[in-house]
């Protein structure tokens, strides 16, 4: 096939493509420590189809690192899966940067669950008046900078557990607000919101 640039320009053009893959090859590599997490969270962020472990993939890096650190302080128990706080106590801030980054930096996959819609219903009230101020979807333009993570689409079996335990009080509400909130939830707007959050 005819090239049209002239001679000089061609192996500067072969060169930059070149420097183009290795960068992107480089970029999409995962950092040694999240050799560490894959057996739970596996390499996508999805998880390994453990119910109660969260989707961590496509969550806004700020939101994984305050998660980490609430793990790592003891803020967070670890009730279900007791190698998440094991892991976390040996992190060095470097390394919870790195994992934050790149879990963040990664496509949140669709669960493509089935849900109950007449549940699903009743959550979205529940979440508009408790929730949705400080939790927002996945793809909201400012899902980095408000106070929650995203819930939209994650684990119904996970929401469940985690909002049981704030309930519960064996997870420590790290804001005066969020304590209220949650104060405020019975077992059936729990189950709703599972529901509502699961089917987005």
């Known amino acids: 096939m005819f090239d049209p640039a002239p001679d000089f320009v061609r192996p500067l053009r072969a060169v930059l493509l070149l420097a183009i893959a290795a960068f992107g090859s480089a970029v999409a590599e995962p950092p040694g420590i999240v050799a560490a997490c894959k057996s739970c969270h596996a390499e996508d962020g999805a998880g390994v189809g ?15 690192e305050e998660a980490l650190y609430a793990y790592k302080d003891g803020a967070r128990q670890c009730l279900e899966e007791p190698v998440m706080c094991e892991t976390t106590m040996l992190l060095t801030d470097e390394e919870i940067a790195d994992l934050a ?3 963040g930096a990664l496509e949140r996959p669709s669960l493509l669950v089935k849900t109950d819609a007449g549940l699903a219903a009743l959550g979205e009230p529940v979440h508009r008046t408790l929730c949705g101020r400080c939790h927002v979807p996945p793809d909201d333009p400012d899902v980095a900078d408000v106070l929650g993570p995203p819930l ?8 469940r557990y985690a909002l049981e335990s ?7 509400n790290l804001l005066g607000e969020m304590e209220e909130k949650i104060s405020l939830l019975d077992d059936g707007d729990v189950e709703a919101l599972a529901h509502y959050y699961g089917s987005y």
């Open 50 to 64: 453990k119910q109660v472990v969260p989707i961590i993939a496509g969550m806004p890096a700020v939101h994984i």
């Open 101 to 103: 980054e790149y879990y």
């Open 166 to 172: 704030y309930l519960s009080g064996t997870r420590e």
């Open 152 to 159: 939209h689409g994650q684990r119904e079996d996970y929401l």
